[in-house]
């Protein structure tokens, strides 16, 4: 299986028409956008804004941010919209690479974050490197919560569907190419490397702590094993507002870094010879049956080791730990990557579950820290959710229009999957 | 098997299935892990995770707890989850939220959408 990503770069967007891309600059129709996100009777109203790197601008509450990517053959975020459908990860898919739609707009009370594009809070998250068309939706009155994540989540994949489109004219790309045997061929790709499995955790919990899978819930399914090219292609995509800083959006499953991490090193250090996707769910029962799937599954890849991405904190700690536990008890040696939640002045107790199993940890970072923000010129969104938000406080917004936040607050502050612009280095 | 609700959410009531009795408390989330761990140390099990979707503990009042409380020999693994529960919750303590009054419908809400997964798993 061979996917060629086209990346066309877009450092600016603009709204005008008709909609095209010029050079390294989006230009949207803001009318256009309109009818098409009407289409669904659900919607009442629907505005847009722009949001560039480097601007006075915050974007809050963010609900998901989505790459635009599209295909001429085949279907990118497959499953979510027609109810045939193909495997995702062949053939090519236009990226507008640097830009991304960002929906926001509360749904019930917190758990959505900022974005700053500007200022201290920039410096944690790739988010603010990128150019936000920002979609601000308002539903109809009879739309109950779970219809209005619903309705949110698709509109958010359906314009970055659309927008991807618009790469289709552009012959200024550059191009990746990704390649995935079957199990054999890439067991025995380089017979002299150990074997590395990724153990890729998603949240599964209920309303706004949901993923989905080829448009599935991915409460009802198992441990699955995945292709990395059917991630690219937008197979998995976000449902849910945990903590802002642990949460993975749609656009960093679409970029998975650990994903890309993996193949940088996939036949030199070591070979990358598969995927298995983990859902966190909340029972005990369902957390030691998906323990067994996924264990099972990374022992049958025939992994020498493993590499666990964690979503979320506090009841998904448990699954982290005891699935690394229960690798490690099986001599498949794993690397865990989860942030710490250590208190504001980072001397308490991290994690809210360990094994002494658990011997390699990466951390992104202490998410009770605390950071104090500039005012912005510009806000889109409603400053004063920040009350509401998780990270935020009643007391979060200063009398001089500063804001005291939490890191877990800033979206992708901390990110889970290692994307995320701080962290240590050995000098 | 003897299942138990222990929560501070009043709203939990109305979603209760008929196999399951009802421990209502008026105090907070420590309270209702307190009152969990209890039941542990005589031989409770655990059939949630009392931290399911409620994220940090200085972001929501509300907690409720899923237990079979057929007494019997120790269960270690909801021993040491519900230990590091309580320990989580004083570990926030000196970071409550002070909660915007407006905010408690929806926290219940959530508290509630996440009970009723639990109950979906549990069938």
Redesign the interface.
């Known amino acids: 299986m061979v996917l060629e990503l086209r990346k066309v770069a877009i450092r600016n967007i603009e709204f005008g028409s008709p909609a095209r891309i010029e050079g390294d600059k989006l230009i949207v129709d803001p009318d256009e956008m309109k009818e098409w996100m009407l289409e669904d009777s659900r919607i009442k109203d629907v505005s847009f804004d722009i949001a560039l790197p480097g601007t006075s601008t915050r974007i809050l509450p963010v609900k998901d941010v989505i790459e635009p990517r599209a295909k001429i053959e085949g279907e990118t975020f497959p499953g979510l919209f027609r109810e045939d459908m193909e495997e995702g990860g062949s053939g090519v898919t236009y990226c507008l690479d640097g830009c991304v739609v960002t929906t926001t707009g509360p749904i019930?009370?917190?758990?959505e974050g900022v974005i700053d594009m500007s200022g201290p809070a920039a410096e944690y998250n790739v988010y603010s490197k990128l150019c936000h068309l920002v979609m601000i939706l308002e539903k109809q009155d009879y739309v109950d919560?779970h219809e209005h994540e619903k309705v949110v989540r698709l509109a958010g994949i359906k314009l970055a569907r659309k927008v991807g489109e618009l790469a289709f004219a552009c012959e200024d790309y550059t191009t990746e190419t990704y390649e995935w045997g079957n199990i054999g061929e890439n067991y025995n790709a380089y017979p002299d490397l150990p074997r590395v499995v990724y153990v890729y955790n998603c949240m599964s919990?209920?309303?706004?702590?949901d993923s989905y899978f080829y448009g599935r819930d991915s409460?009802i399914i198992v441990p699955t094993m995945l292709t990395p090219l059917e991630i690219f292609d937008g197979a998995l995509v976000s449902g849910n507002c945990?903590?802002p800083g642990s949460k993975t959006t749609t656009y960093m499953h679409q970029n998975n870094a650990c994903i890309k991490e993996l193949y940088k090193h996939h036949g030199k250090d070591f070979n990358f010879v598969g995927i298995v996707l983990c859902p966190l769910?909340?029972?005990?029962?369902?957390?030691f049956r998906n323990r067994m799937l996924t264990v099972r599954q990374v022992k049958m890849l025939g992994a020498d080791g493993a590499l666990i991405s964690q979503e979320?904190?506090?009841?998904p700690t448990?699954d982290l730990m005891i699935v690394c536990q229960e690798l490690e008890r099986n001599g498949i040696k794993t690397v865990i990557i989860t942030n710490e939640?250590a208190?504001?002045d980072g001397m308490?107790?991290s994690l809210?579950?360990s094994v002494p199993e658990a011997n390699a940890i990466v951390t992104t970072g202490n998410s009770?820290a605390t950071l104090m923000l500039p005012a912005m010129d510009k806000t889109i969104g409603v400053l004063k959710d920040i009350?509401?938000v998780?990270g935020g406080?009643?007391?979060s917004i200063q009398p001089d229009g500063r804001l005291l936040i939490e890191i877990?607050g800033i979206m992708g502050g901390h990110n889970l999957q290692g994307n995320t612009l701080v962290g240590a280095v050995t000098i | 098997m003897k299942a138990v609700i222990i929560s501070n959410n009043v709203d939990i009531e109305d979603l209760l299935p008929s196999a399951f009795s009802f421990l209502l408390l008026d105090g907070s989330a420590k309270d209702v892990l307190t009152a969990a761990r209890d039941r542990i140390h005589l031989g409770a099990k655990?059939?949630?995770?009392?931290?399911?979707?409620?994220?940090?503990p200085n972001?929501?009042p509300y907690m409720t707890v899923?237990l079979d409380d057929s007494r019997g020999e120790l269960d270690l693994?909801?021993f040491?989850?519900i230990e590091?529960?309580l320990?989580?919750e004083e570990?926030y303590a000196?970071?409550r939220?002070?909660?915007?009054e407006t905010?408690l419908p929806?926290?219940r809400?959530?508290n509630c959408?996440?009970f009723?997964?639990?109950l979906?798993?549990?069938k």
């Not at chain 2, 939220?97 to 915007?100: A, F, H, M, N």
Request: net charge negative; hydrophobic share 35%; aromatic share 6%.
């Open positions: 019930v009370g917190f758990q919560p919990q209920g309303l706004l702590h409460k945990v903590s769910m909340t029972s005990l029962k369902e957390k979320g904190f506090g009841n448990t939640d208190g504001i308490s107790e809210p579950d009770n009350e509401r998780c406080t009643v007391n877990h | 655990l059939l949630a995770h009392p931290m399911a979707g409620r994220l940090r972001e929501t899923v693994p909801s040491e989850i590091y529960c320990a989580e570990k000196p970071m939220k002070k909660y915007d905010l929806d926290l809400f959530i959408e996440l009723q997964s639990i979906e798993e549990l």
